[in-house]
């Protein structure tokens, strides 16, 4: 079995300002990560996902996240936020060979002027 | 282009009543997906579809039924609806790469309320 677990449901950044957002993982064997986006009133989109190749992943909109086996962990990182990043961010995780992801509960990321 | 599209995108319901979530996707993919977001819960697969003719439970099946009507199309059936299902719905599909999990598209959203 497998799951995911996003550290704090609301973040919020000054533009300009460093991007974190943490996933934890737990699985049986290697998995693939993703993270998606959400804007409101929208479907989800892949940001990045992590297959056992590098374990820096660089996605669309300049984010970026790093796996770390040693720490079951697969974080969000940006390092400017911009106005047009807030929307709501979701880890999930797939076990090689399945069809279905698990999804984290969620991380909704504001941005301040 | 328009991807995976979802219909209705909004719908109220009495409890107890059926409708039917219509999803179809242009892009040719063997594998679609419907899922249920919940404030604080993320999403949770309801049933999957690996390839036209087969149907697979996911996480919270009871209270839903599928039909993959063909390659393009992929419908969720509430036959007796609850106040638990109120709910925004999304449809996904996607395509296995050899080697490498396929991303998934989504459609836009159903949001579902029963009274």
């Known amino acids: 079995a497998q799951s995911v677990t996003q550290l704090g449901s609301h973040v919020s950044v000054s533009e300009g300002a460093l991007v974190l957002l943490r996933c934890n993982y737990s699985s049986s064997v290697p998995p693939y990560l993703f993270w998606y986006v959400q804007y409101p009133n929208q479907g989800l989109q892949l940001l990045l996902k992590y297959t056992s190749a590098a374990t820096l992943v660089k996605g669309i909109n300049g984010f970026e996240a790093e796996f770390k086996k040693s720490e079951t962990s697969f974080h969000l990182t940006k390092p400017s936020a911009h106005m047009s990043d807030a929307a709501e961010y979701f880890c999930a995780v797939q076990i090689p060979g399945r069809r279905a992801l698990t999804f984290g509960s969620g991380t909704r990321l504001q941005v301040q002027p | 282009n328009a991807g995976v599209t979802q219909t209705p995108k909004f719908q109220v319901l009495k409890t107890g009543q059926s409708m039917t979530l219509q999803c179809a996707q242009d892009?040719?993919?063997?594998?679609m997906y419907w899922y249920r977001q919940d404030p604080g819960m993320g999403l949770r697969l309801i049933y999957y579809?690996?390839?036209?003719?087969?149907?697979d439970k996911g996480e919270v099946p009871n209270g839903y039924n599928v039909s993959r009507l063909n390659k393009r199309e992929f419908s969720l059936r509430l036959e007796s609806a609850a106040p638990s299902q109120t709910s925004v719905y999304f449809c996904?599909?996607?395509?296995?790469?050899?080697?490498?999990?396929?991303?998934?598209?989504f459609g836009e959203g159903s949001r579902l309320t029963v009274l």
């Open positions: 892009m040719n993919h063997n594998s």
């Open positions: 579809s690996a390839s036209e003719g087969t149907t």
């Open positions: 996904a599909s996607s395509e296995r790469v050899a080697g490498s999990p396929g991303e998934l598209f």
